[in-house]
């Protein structure tokens, strides 16, 4: 007689948010004082050791401070020793892609902290708003980039189906890659996704798939606005735009502001992009052999 299976072993184990971030720091002074004094997060554990085993583990301190809901934000101090060139904070974007990222409940508690962090005498570097968040960012004394954010509206289930289509889109772009295929830049991506959900019926139509959400809207308002550019409900969320023969956005014109202008074609694209910079978009059909 078979018997019954766990339910336990059917279900996925689950997360329950971030516990901690931990990086080393070479200035144990100025970096209780930057988070505990200056940002006013409690310092909540400590431990020294001596090494951890390996003979050339230096002895440490790790110390934590609580940012809130549960969260904490720990550093390495490596008595001894200094930091090495390949772990040294850079200006790079490779390197700022690495980042702490705290969150609050709107724009009025963003613009309580951007007041504190300037009242404390730290430099800001800019306050950005994205697709779904706007930020403002900062460094701490090692240089580590820290961004307070809040989000503009959820993520909901359209979200999701969106991302995953752009996910598998650029995962198939990169097995393409990997067999010699050129894979430089992020249009191949937009073509790709976008003849996966439906290409325009025209060939010499440029079209553009734009989620319904908030942040691109302004893109379907201005199609239905001027007139010029004929827009179809698609179906999962997305509206396409279509241009015959092509397709020209101004980024004034539209209210985008640039980090959100250069995700405009995140949803999908039918087509080659002509011009695509600060102020200004042009897509023309694919030229057909």
């Not at 001596?50 to 002895?59: I, K, L, S, T, V």
């Not at 999962?236 to 956005?249: A, K, L, M, V």
């Not at 080659?272 to 600060?278: G, R, S, V």
Request: glycine residues 8%.
């Amino acid at each position: 007689m078979n018997q019954p299976v766990h339910s336990t072993l059917l279900t996925h184990p689950v997360l329950r948010g971030v516990h901690h971030t931990a990086r080393p720091t070479w200035k144990l002074e100025e970096t209780v004082h930057f988070y505990r004094d200056l940002l006013g997060l409690p310092l909540v554990h400590a431990i020294s050791a001596r090494g951890w085993g390996p003979a050339d583990h230096a002895d440490f301190l790790h110390f934590f401070f609580d940012s809130g809901n549960g969260s904490t934000i720990a550093f390495f101090y490596y008595i001894g020793t200094t930091c090495p060139e390949r772990l040294a904070p850079s200006d790079h974007y490779q390197v700022r892609a690495t980042h702490t990222a705290w969150q609050v409940s709107d724009a009025a508690e963003l613009a309580e902290w951007r007041t504190r962090v300037e009242q404390a005498g730290i430099d800001l570097r800019y306050q950005v708003r994205h697709e779904v968040i706007e930020s403002i960012y900062f460094n701490d004394p090692n240089g580590y980039p820290i961004e307070i954010t809040y989000q503009t509206r959820p993520f909901d289930s359209m979200d999701a189906a969106d991302a995953a289509r752009t996910i598998e889109a650029a995962i198939e772009m990169e097995q393409r890659g990997s067999r010699g295929e050129s894979f430089t830049s992020i249009d191949p991506v937009w073509q790709r996704k976008a003849s996966g959900l439906k290409a325009s019926a025209d060939t010499d139509v440029a079209s553009v798939f734009v989620l319904d959400v908030p942040e691109f809207r302004p893109l379907i308002d201005s199609a239905h606005e001027s007139g010029a550019y004929p827009t179809t409900a698609i179906g999962n969320g997305y509206i396409r735009i279509d241009g015959n023969p092509g397709i020209t956005f101004d980024r004034k014109a539209l209210g985008f502001k640039p980090a959100v202008w250069y995700g405009a074609l995140t949803g999908g694209l039918a087509g080659q992009i002509e011009q695509f910079d600060t102020d200004r978009l042009v897509i023309s059909p694919v030229v057909q052999s």
